[in-house]
């Protein structure tokens, strides 16, 4: 089955402690992308990807880093989190060329940063 | 830069009648992609439908169709005959059409929580 997963769905960390979602897809999509989702203000993009190694920022990238050693994984790195970065975060992908424009979603992790 | 706006917070219609929600966008590209995501209580992100800012003909999906006027700049989804599963938070996104080397991102609006009544 075509999807992206996500890991954790659920976290409750501490301000300061370093982690790291994970973010995985089987499409064999070239662009993959983080979001994330704060009440009444919708998806904001945080990093994106277009391909291998190639990784820049979005609209709101303070606080995050991202990685992409392999086509399939995009792993979210919160390095020292605070409690601003409490949200719903999405991870997406996206095939690249005509007929390939619908972005995939994974499930969503909620983050509670105390 | 591109700009999405949904001015109807919140909506609820009684089960099997039609309900319209609104989205605007405002942006300079000629060539573009809107979508309709909807977003469940399980919080899922799961698409709608989908229109191509250069085709005239608005798209359609079973019970979901949209009023595309691009030089409105709107984007109007329709959902005829809604049911009990209907019941989500709905999100109007923009993208520009993509080229070799700029970022594909979804500008999202704020969402519009539709509740369907029994």
């Known amino acids: 089955e075509a999807q992206v997963t996500q890991n954790p769905r659920y976290l409750i960390t501490v301000t300061g402690k370093k982690l790291t979602v994970t973010c995985s897809q089987n499409m064999n999509h070239e662009y993959m992308s983080w979001y994330r989702q704060d009440p009444g203000l919708g998806l904001r993009q945080i990093y994106y990807?277009?391909?291998?190694?190639?990784?820049d920022k979005g609209d709101v990238p303070e606080g995050y880093k991202v990685s992409r050693k392999e086509k399939r994984n995009f792993p979210l790195i919160l390095e020292s989190p605070s409690p601003n970065q409490t949200s719903l975060y999405f991870c997406a992908s996206k095939g690249r060329g005509a007929g390939q424009e619908t972005q995939y979603f994974g499930p969503g992790t909620r983050l509670l940063v105390l | 830069a591109q700009t999405v706006t949904q001015s109807q917070p919140e909506m609820s219609v009684q089960e099997a009648e039609t309900v319209t929600l609104s989205c605007t966008y405002d942006t300079s590209e000629n060539n573009y992609y809107l979508f309709w995501y909807k977003q469940p209580p399980s919080r899922q992100m799961i698409l709608v439908i989908r229109?191509?800012?250069?085709?005239?003909q608005n798209a359609t999906e079973n019970r979901f169709s949209v009023n595309f006027q691009k030089a409105a700049k709107s984007f109007s989804l329709k959902i005829s005959d809604s049911q009990l599963g209907d019941t989500a938070m709905y999100f109007c996104?923009?993208?520009?059409?993509?080229?070799?080397?700029?970022?594909?991102?979804?500008?999202f609006g704020t969402g519009t929580r539709l509740t369907i009544i029994p």
């Open positions: 229109q191509e800012a250069y085709k005239q």
């Open positions: 990807s277009m391909n291998v190694e190639v990784t």
């Open positions: 996104a923009f993208m520009k059409h993509p080229s070799n080397f700029g970022n594909e991102k979804l500008t």
